[in-house]
């Protein structure tokens, strides 16, 4: 059994290391504590690194608990490690604007309602595992219905959906 302090320390180390957000349930299996003392370790966690003075924070989401940078300090870190290539078209920002707040989505609503074709964009987005497919549309032709995903949220910095920005014309 871990001490305390090592405890909170080794909890800290999980969500730095993981890429993707931790369950409760899989936190309390790596360090052997129970999951009511790992929910209370990560909820002093979330209070100490969501203060100002901190660039990351602790959010906790459906898919678990996770380490990422807070949405305010986008601008300094968005070209880091990143060349020309890797950013984001106008194009990818948009249908995954549309993706967001109207998923699940199929290809030929992202094309009505931006007006041009969109698989090429979509395909890029699935490549950088932004979006995903998730079923088929019970509709003539059974279109793919697409959704956005964990690391989606991740690069966003948002807990979970509610997060996106309310006031988006037409969302």
Do not use: W
Request: negative net charge.
């Amino acid at each position: 059994m871990l001490a305390r302090i090592s405890a909170k320390a080794t909890i800290e180390a999980l969500l730095f290391a993981s890429g993707d957000p931790l369950p409760l349930s899989e936190i309390a299996r790596v360090t052997g504590l129970l999951p009511d003392d790992v929910e209370v370790i990560l909820e002093e966690l979330i209070l100490e690194y969501n203060k100002e003075e901190h660039g990351i924070q602790v959010v906790k989401s459906d898919a678990g608990y996770a380490m990422c940078t807070k949405p305010a300090f986008f601008e300094y870190i968005r070209d880091l490690n990143r060349g020309p290539e890797k950013r984001l078209s106008q194009a990818a920002l948009e249908t995954l604007a549309i993706i967001a707040y109207r998923q699940p989505v199929t290809r030929t609503e992202i094309e009505a309602i931006r007006g041009v074709k969109a698989e090429r964009v979509i395909n890029s987005l699935l490549e950088r595992g932004l979006i995903a497919e998730a079923g088929r549309k019970d509709a003539p032709g059974r279109p793919v219905l697409y959704v956005t995903t964990n690391e989606f949220m991740r690069l966003f910095g948002l807990a979970s959906l509610e997060d996106l920005p309310k006031d988006v014309r037409g969302a």
